[in-house]
Every structure is written in structure tokens, then in C-alpha cells.
């Protein structure tokens, strides 16, 4: 209690004195002008009828949720919120692309801003408020989750522009009503609004599915459709906001092993002071930098004029809006130094010396330069040095243990830490993708055995159907562009590989360009996510034709997946992870194989044999590029095992 008390009036003195109080009777602008406004009572009645309930008591309950949800900007206060913001974020040096920044300063100045950010940590919610205020930008409402609105805390956040809200709120038609409502007022009054694309942080380091709330509401009130039940009163002159995709990055991160025990089963620390408390005491250690980049800004009533012209419209025209907003999220998340490292010794999962770390990074460095993407902090990744700072900061935080007791030092993974080292991977692995998938398609036009009965197209169409099915596999795991869209990368890096337009394809020259390509990906990329499907196919087609629970599916992969990474039938412990085998359970659903019935068992252990033999060829790159790991299979052995063998040693 001593210690919670002590931080309780930490965070007191930080701000002024009146900070302690409750928001002001009289309520933010937008309570009161929703309260007055003619639209937003008809639809109030309108929900009372709908309901069948008294329209006063449906009046109180929205003016109590209006009141809950509703966030102020306090100069005073703000000033004491950004100084406990630098105190949280003691532990980093904050980065921002000033010239980016200057940019949407002008933005600013004209338009409304929906600053769309990607949620990897708690900090998110104090590096971006910070480094807009102390640029001068208009004030920013936040959007956060109800269980943060702590006492005491929550009351001085609400007086920063923090918006609370619910998240199950399917059962509650009449809290939806407000928030929309709510929404589509700030965006009249032309505040700039923020919010986390993903609903929530991300576990695995890599951007999680959008979550579409947020956003439909926004859309309603750019496209002024009646939102709420009744259009009468929108004009023609709705407002727009411009769409700003934010992306916050980290060196590293004290909470990452919180959340990955989570991932192995452990129950989520609940919000309260104690956890603030211990949150707080955490960011005592240096743990590098954080990056604030920003996205391509977009105007969000085009983007939906465009899309209905396409014939997109309604929840489908949100579901391509919240897409776009991912990839340009993705396209503005800078390479960090500790990304490179963790992607090179967890493809090796062994000890290293800086010098073979070097030498995985060399080609990962050349192929980034290539495709032109931006590295945090303008690093080199070529620089022995700044590699080696790397391996300090990651064994100083316990991801990495060092030995140096021998000829020369070397790191490797700590024991329990391969998912904390896949997080920090993952927030670069999406610029890897495509590439690790035009590998296999390699691969596999380069097993054709002669004789093969091939497609209009050839050996070339081969390895274009390979790549769409490894789309289709991966697609609930990466965000994708459309399939046109993503024909066009994979040419980008066949032009890499070759140096100009690739017209045809033979399984020799396919041969070829895999063995002498550089760098080899698939290995690092996509074998902890394929291995962990793997492992839920292989308890999925376990129970033949009968029904599924699914929480019973979940713990019996997290205990199967044990046993498979101690004998090494995976290829590292990172593929035991809830938050994998949750995904691998999203397509195993698509694919209809959840659902009880006659020859859904077969279609089960197809789906298992397809995951097998796609194993099978990403170890078969990794066995390429010199992986020593060797990997064992999880398929029982077979006769077509010979067969299988002879094909590797071909390649």
C-alpha cells in the first residue's frame, strides 16, 4: 500500500492541484450540443421504440454512458499529463521524423485528423499525445479502453482528451447509440481523434487483424448517411477527416514477457493500481529508443467515394478502408537493429559470434536497402558496432545470454525467451513475406519432376498457384495486398533475384535462382507460424469426424506443442504460442473444418498433409542456406520418405 500511495501522489504532483477533481458540472462541448440536437433525440426515441421501453429511462442511460465516455482538454491539466508522460517514458529516447512531422503539422491546420496507430504498448498512449503537444497541434482525443480508467488516474486522463470506452458493448444497443453519436460530433466540431486500428496490443509483435468499430463510425459520419437512424437533416456538406496511419516501434520492451507468458497460457494481469504500480517501476531501465513514424495520409470520404464507385460499399468498404490503413501502417514501420538480430539468431537457434551474426545480416541489410525500406534511427546494419550494441542491449535485458569464456564471445537465445526474441522479429517480418513465399514457389516449380502434366501457363503458372496457395494459408497470419497487387510484388522480387522480367521458368533455372539467392527467408520467416499450424492440424484430423471444442483444441496443441519442441519436431519453442494457434484455428474455421460431419475427418487430414509437405519445403530452403538445425518431421515415416530426400539432394 506504501508503495501505491507513493506513487498515487507522484502522479498528484506532477499536475496541478484541481486535476483530482471530476470533470466540471457543466459537460464537454459535444455532450452538450448531442443533448440539443434534434437528429440525436429522434433517434434517442427512435431506440426507445425499438425497445419497447420508457423513452426516459432510455434518455438517462445515454446521458450516463455520454458522460462516461466524455473527455475535455484542460490546459493545466495537460501540461502536468505530459510531464507524467516524459516520467513514464523515462526509460526511452523518443524519435520523430521531424520533417514527417511538419508535414502533418500543415495537414493539421486544415483538416481534421484520424490518427490511426498500431498498439504494441501501453507507452503508445503517451508517446504520441506528447509528441503532438509539444509540436503545437490541435488538441487530439484519444481513444482507450474502459479498463484503463483507473480512479484518481482516469478522471486527471479525461481531462487530456481520453475517450474510455467499452468493448463488448453488443448486448448494451443503447451505449453503441451514444458512441456514435459521440463520434460523429467531434468529427463535426472537427477534432482530431486517435485510436488503435487493432483494437488492442498487439502479442506478437506483427499488426493484429483491425477491428472495424472505431472506424464504421467514423465512416457514417464523413459519408453523413443517417448513422443513427435518421438522415433527414445531413447535408451534402459532411465533414471529412484525413486518415493518419501512426507507427510506434520499440528497441525493446519491459511488458513483452508479460504478454508472451500469456501466449503460453498464463491469465492476463487485470488493470488496476498495482499494476500501474509495478508498470511504472519497470520503465526504471534503459531499454534504447522509441520510433514515431507516419504513415501516407489519406482523405477517408474519397477513399469511400472510390470504393462505392467500385461497387464497395457498407461494411466491405470499411473492411478495405481498415486493409489500407494496415499496409500503409506496415510500409511506414521502420527495420529496427533488434529486429535484424532476433530474425538472425532465431533462424539459427544457436550460439553465434558477432561475426556470424554479420554474416546473416549482410544479405538481410542488402535486400532492405534494395527494396527501399526505412531502418529506425538511419542505423547501418552492415556496422559491427552497431550490431554489437544490439547484443549488449538484448543480454543486458535477458532476451540473449552471452559466453565468453572461450576464444571469443557468443550469444544466443535465453532459455523461455524465443518468444519475447519472435516479438521483436515480427515487427519487421512483414517486409519479408512475399519474399519467403516466392521462395517456395521456386521450390516447387524446381521438384516438377518430368513428364508432369502442367497448366496453360507452365512451369511459370506453377509457381504463381504455389504462391497464391501460400497467400490463401497465410492470409488470416499477414496483410496482403490484392491478388493483383501482390502479382506485382512477387515480380518486384523475381527482379531482384534475376536482374530483369522473368518470361518463363524450367526446374532447372527455378534451381538455380533458389540456390544461388541471398538471403534465404523462408526458413526465418515463415517456419514458426507454418510449424505452429502444423500442430493444430495434427490434434485437429486426431479427432476425425467428431466435433470440436474449441477450447479444449487450444490446450491440448499448447500440451502437444510442448512435447514436439522438446523433441524438436518443431524447429523452436516461439511456435507454441495461444496467440499462433488461435490464428491456425481462425483457418482451420474458414476452411469449415470445425464443424462436425461426415468426411470432414478426411478433409481434416488433408488439411494436415498440406501443412506437412509446406513444412517440409521451407526446412528444404532452410537446408539450403546452410541451416545446421536439423529439424525433425512430424509426418510418420513412409515410403515416399526415400523419394523425398533424393528431391532435396537434387536441389
Request: aromatic share 6%; net charge negative; charged share 30%.
Amino acid at each position: 500500500m506504501t508503495v501505491v500511495r507513493r506513487t498515487r501522489d507522484l502522479a498528484r504532483a506532477a499536475l496541478p492541484r484541481s486535476v483530482g477533481e471530476r470533470l466540471p458540472a457543466a459537460p464537454p462541448r459535444e455532450v452538450t450540443e448531442l443533448l440539443h440536437d434534434k437528429r440525436f433525440q429522434r433517434a434517442v426515441a427512435a431506440a426507445a421504440a425499438e425497445q419497447g421501453r420508457d423513452e426516459e429511462e432510455v434518455w438517462a442511460e445515454v446521458k450516463g454512458y455520454l458522460h462516461e465516455m466524455a473527455a475535455a482538454h484542460d490546459d493545466r491539466t495537460a501540461q502536468g499529463w505530459a510531464r507524467l508522460g516524459e516520467w513514464f517514458l523515462r526509460a526511452y529516447d523518443v524519435l520523430v521524423d521531424e520533417d514527417d512531422m511538419q508535414e502533418l503539422r500543415r495537414l493539421d491546420r486544415a483538416h481534421s485528423l484520424a490518427l490511426a496507430f498500431s498498439h504494441r504498448s501501453y507507452l503508445d498512449g503517451m508517446v504520441i499525445p506528447n509528441a503532438l503537444s509539444s509540436r503545437r497541434f490541435s488538441p487530439t482525443y484519444t481513444f482507450g479502453g474502459a479498463n484503463l480508467n483507473l480512479p484518481v488516474i482516469g478522471t486527471v486522463a479525461s481531462r487530456t482528451g481520453l475517450i474510455f470506452i467499452r468493448r463488448a458493448t453488443q448486448e448494451i444497443p443503447v451505449y453503441r447509440l451514444a458512441l456514435r453519436s459521440y463520434i460523429r460530433q467531434m468529427v463535426a466540431n472537427k477534432r482530431n481523434l486517435a485510436w488503435s486500428i487493432e483494437g488492442g496490443r498487439t502479442r506478437t509483435g506483427k499488426l493484429r487483424p483491425p477491428v472495424h468499430g472505431i472506424l464504421k463510425y467514423l465512416t457514417d459520419a464523413v459519408q453523413a448517411d443517417g448513422a443513427d437512424g435518421v438522415d433527414e437533416d445531413a447535408g451534402p456538406d459532411a465533414p471529412d477527416v484525413q486518415v493518419v496511419p501512426l507507427s510506434v516501434v520499440y528497441d525493446q520492451l519491459h511488458e513483452v514477457s508479460l504478454m508472451t507468458e500469456e501466449a503460453r497460457g498464463a491469465s492476463k494481469t487485470p488493470e488496476d493500481w498495482r499494476w500501474l504500480v509495478r508498470f511504472a517501476r519497470l520503465q526504471r531501465n534503459r531499454l534504447g529508443r522509441a520510433y514515431l513514424t507516419v504513415g501516407e495520409p489519406f482523405s477517408l470520404r474519397e477513399r469511400m467515394a472510390e470504393l462505392a464507385a467500385e461497387g464497395v460499399t457498407g461494411h466491405q468498404a470499411v473492411e478495405r478502408v481498415a486493409l489500407d490503413i494496415s499496409h500503409r501502417l506496415n510500409r511506414a514501420t521502420p527495420v529496427t537493429t533488434t529486429a535484424i538480430v532476433s530474425l538472425a539468431l532465431l533462424g539459427a537457434d544457436r550460439a553465434l559470434t558477432v561475426d556470424e551474426v554479420l554474416d546473416t545480416v549482410e544479405p538481410l541489410a542488402a535486400y532492405i536497402d534494395a527494396r527501399q525500406w526505412p531502418v529506425a534511427g538511419a542505423a547501418d546494419l552492415r556496422d559491427r558496432s552497431t550490431i554489437r550494441r544490439a547484443l549488449a542491449d538484448l543480454t543486458r535485458s535477458g532476451v540473449l545470454t552471452a559466453y565468453d569464456r572461450g576464444t571469443e564471445p557468443v550469444w544466443k537465445i535465453g532459455d523461455d525467451q524465443h518468444l519475447v526474441a519472435a516479438f521483436y522479429r515480427n515487427t519487421v517480418i512483414h517486409i519479408l513475406v512475399e519474399r519467403a513465399i516466392g521462395e517456395l514457389a521456386l521450390l516447387t516449380v524446381s521438384e516438377l519432376e518430368p513428364g508432369t502434366e502442367l497448366p496453360a501457363g507452365g512451369e511459370l503458372q506453377v509457381g504463381w498457384e504455389e504462391a497464391k496457395r501460400m497467400r490463401d494459408l497465410l492470409k488470416f497470419e499477414f496483410f496482403f495486398p490484392s491478388r493483383a497487387g501482390f502479382e506485382d510484388d512477387l515480380r518486384t522480387e523475381l527482379q531482384l533475384l534475376v536482374g530483369e522480367g522473368v518470361t518463363e521458368m524450367t526446374p532447372v533455372k527455378a534451381r538455380e535462382l533458389l540456390v544461388n539467392a541471398r538471403p534465404h527467408l523462408a526458413h526465418l520467416v515463415l517456419r514458426p507460424f507454418l510449424d505452429a499450424y502444423l500442430v493444430v492440424a495434427d490434434r485437429l484430423a486426431d479427432l476425425g469426424d467428431a466435433p470440436v471444442d474449441e477450447a479444449d483444441l487450444l490446450a491440448d496443441s499448447l500440451a502437444v506443442g510442448q512435447q514436439w519442441a522438446l523433441q524438436r519436431r518443431v524447429a523452436s519453442e516461439e511456435s507454441i504460442s495461444l496467440e499462433l494457434f488461435r490464428t491456425a484455428l481462425a483457418l482451420a474455421r474458414h476452411k469449415g473444418l470445425l464443424e462436425a460431419g461426415d468426411g470432414v475427418g478426411s478433409a481434416r487430414e488433408a488439411f494436415a498433409a498440406e501443412l506437412r509437405d509446406t513444412v517440409r519445403r521451407v526446412n528444404i530452403i532452410g537446408e539450403i542456406a546452410g541451416d545446421t538445425v536439423t529439424v525433425g518431421h512430424p509426418e510418420p515415416r513412409s515410403p515416399q520418405k526415400s523419394e523425398q530426400k533424393s528431391r532435396r539432394e537434387r536441389v
